[in-house]
T-cell receptor, first 117, second 113 residues
Framework: AQKVTQAQTEISVVEKEDVTLDCVYE???????LFWYKQPPSGELVFLIRRNSFDEQNEISGRYSWNFQKSTSSFNFTITASQVVDSAVYFCALSEVKNQAGTALIFGKGTTLSVSS | KAGVTQTPRYLIKTRGQQVTLSCSPISGHRSVSWYQQTPGQGLQFLFE???????NKGNFPGRFSGRQFSNSRSEMNVSTLELGDSALYLCASSLGRGSGELFFGEGSRLTVL
C-alpha cells in the first residue's frame, strides 16, 4: 500500500537556523512522483517541488533544497537560514502514475514549522 | 493568471442537510481534483474529474459526489451531512497530463452542527 510518513509533527527554530523536514514513503510501483507542498494559514496549498522516481538528482532552489534517496525511500526537504515567513505546515505527497492518468496524491500528515525572530 | 477559485469559503450546516461546493479551475486546466482536510485524517483524496468524466475516486462513501461541467468548473456535493464531514475541502486544478503539478484553491471550510 502507498503511504507517506512525516514523523516530525512540529518543529520550532529561531530565524537563520537551518531545518530539515523528513519524509519517508512506501510504494510498490517503480514509477511515481513525489511532491512537497506548503500550507500557510490562508489554507491554500502551495506547490514547492515535484520529483519523479527516475530522477534522484538533488535540487536546490534558493534557500530550499531537496534530497531524494530511493535506497531509503526518503525525500527530505531542507530550508537554509530559515525566516519567519517560512512558518507554515509542510506536506510531502506521493502520486503513482497509472496509465498516464490521474493526479491522486497521498499526503503525509504534515510538519508544522514555526520560525521565531 | 487567475488562480483556482472556490465558493463559498465558509459555511455552516446542520446534520442531515446537504451541501454543494463549487470550484473554478485555472483557465485551460481540464482536471479538477477534490481533497478533504481534517485534523484527524489529514488530507485525503476524494475524486478527480477530467473532461467531465470522473477519472479517479478515493475511499469515501457514496454521500460524496461530484461533477464537472463543459467549462471545467466542478461541483462537489455531500448529502445527509454528518458531524464528521466538518472539514476544509480543497479543490485543485491541473492540465491533467499524468501526475503534474496541482494548483490548489484556498478551500471551503464546512462546519456541521
Amino acid at each position: 500500500a502507498q503511504k507517506v510518513t512525516q514523523a516530525q509533527t512540529e518543529i520550532s527554530v529561531v530565524e537563520k537556523e537551518d531545518v530539515t523536514l523528513d519524509c519517508v514513503y512506501e510504494t510498490r510501483d517503480t514509477t511515481y512522483y513525489l511532491f512537497w507542498y506548503k500550507q500557510p494559514p490562508s489554507g491554500e496549498l502551495v506547490f514547492l517541488i515535484r520529483r519523479n522516481s527516475f530522477d534522484e538528482q538533488n535540487e536546490i532552489s534558493g534557500r530550499y533544497s531537496w534530497n531524494f534517496q530511493k535506497s531509503t525511500s526518503s525525500f527530505n526537504f531542507t530550508i537554509t537560514a530559515s525566516q519567519v515567513v517560512d512558518s507554515a505546515v509542510y506536506f510531502c505527497a506521493l502520486s503513482e502514475v497509472k496509465n498516464q492518468a490521474g493526479t491522486a496524491l497521498i499526503f503525509g500528515k504534515g510538519t508544522t514549522l514555526s520560525v521565531s525572530s | 493568471k487567475a488562480g483556482v477559485t472556490q465558493t463559498p469559503r465558509y459555511l455552516i450546516k446542520t446534520r442531515g442537510q446537504q451541501v454543494t461546493l463549487s470550484c473554478s479551475p485555472i483557465s485551460g486546466h481540464r482536471s479538477v481534483s477534490w481533497y478533504q482536510q481534517t485534523p484527524g485524517q489529514g488530507l485525503q483524496f476524494l475524486f478527480e474529474y477530467f473532461s467531465e468524466t470522473q477519472r479517479n475516486k478515493g475511499n469515501f462513501p457514496g454521500r460524496f459526489s461530484g461533477r464537472q461541467f463543459s467549462n471545467s468548473r466542478s461541483e462537489m456535493n455531500v448529502s445527509t451531512l454528518e458531524l464528521g464531514d466538518s472539514a476544509l475541502y480543497l479543490c485543485a486544478s491541473s492540465l491533467g497530463r499524468g501526475s503534474g503539478e496541482l494548483f490548489f484553491g484556498e478551500g471551503s471550510r464546512l462546519t456541521v452542527l
